[in-house]
C-alpha cells in the first residue's frame, strides 16, 4: 500500500494543454438551442401533467446530449439506463437507511457502481440518486421525475440532433 501511495504524485503529471477539438459556432449555437428546448419540454410537461418532473440531474444530462451527443455517456441506453439504475439505488437506501449523510454517499457509490456493471454510465445518475436521497424518494420517483424525464430528455434529442445536417444521434441504442 505505502508503495502505491508513493507513486500517486506521479501519476497525478499531465501536460499543460490536451487536444482539443476546434471551435465550432453552429454547435455552439445548437447546443444551447436544443438544451433549451430539451428543459422548456419538460417543464412545459410538468405543467400539463401538474406533476414534477425536472430535477437537477436533467441540466447535466442536457449537456451531454447536446454538447456531446457523439458520446457513449449520451448514448440512450446510458441515458434511461443510468438514471433509472441510479433512482432505483436511490429509493432502496432511502428504504434501508433513510437519507444520512451516509446514505447519500452510498446511493452515488453503488449507483456508480450498478451503471458501470450494467454498461450504462451516465455521470448525471449520480446527481440523480444524490438528489433521490435528499429529497426522501419513494418508489414513484422512478417514474415520476426520473423515467418520464428522461424520456422527455431523450425525444427532445432524437428530434434536434437529427434535424440538423451536421449531427446524428444517437450513434447505438443498446
Avoid: E
Avoid at 140 to 154: D, E, R, T
Amino acid at each position: 500500500m505505502k508503495r502505491r501511495l508513493t507513486k500517486v504524485p506521479a501519476k497525478m503529471k499531465g501536460t499543460l494543454r490536451g487536444p482539443r477539438a476546434p471551435l465550432c459556432p453552429k454547435y455552439a449555437a445548437w447546443g444551447f438551442v436544443s438544451g433549451g428546448i430539451s428543459i422548456l419540454a419538460i417543464t412545459l410537461m410538468t405543467q400539463l401533467v401538474a406533476c414534477p418532473l425536472l430535477i437537477g440531474s436533467f441540466g447535466a444530462s442536457a449537456v451531454l446530449l447536446f454538447g456531446a451527443s457523439d458520446s457513449p455517456l449520451a448514448q440512450p441506453r446510458n441515458l434511461i439506463g443510468g438514471h433509472l439504475i441510479s433512482a432505483l439505488v436511490a429509493v432502496a437506501v432511502v428504504a434501508l437507511a433513510g437519507n444520512a449523510t451516509w446514505a447519500v454517499a452510498l446511493a452515488v457509490g453503488g449507483s456508480i457502481c450498478l451503471m458501470y456493471l450494467t454498461r450504462t454510465v451516465h455521470p448525471p445518475g449520480g446527481a440523480t440518486a444524490l438528489i433521490g436521497v435528499q429529497s426522501h424518494a419513494a418508489w414513484s420517483f422512478v417514474l415520476v421525475p426520473v423515467l418520464s424525464g428522461a424520456l422527455v430528455l431523450l425525444l427532445v434529442a432524437l428530434f434536434t440532433n437529427n434535424v440538423v445536417h451536421h449531427r446524428q444521434y444517437p450513434t447505438h441504442w443498446i
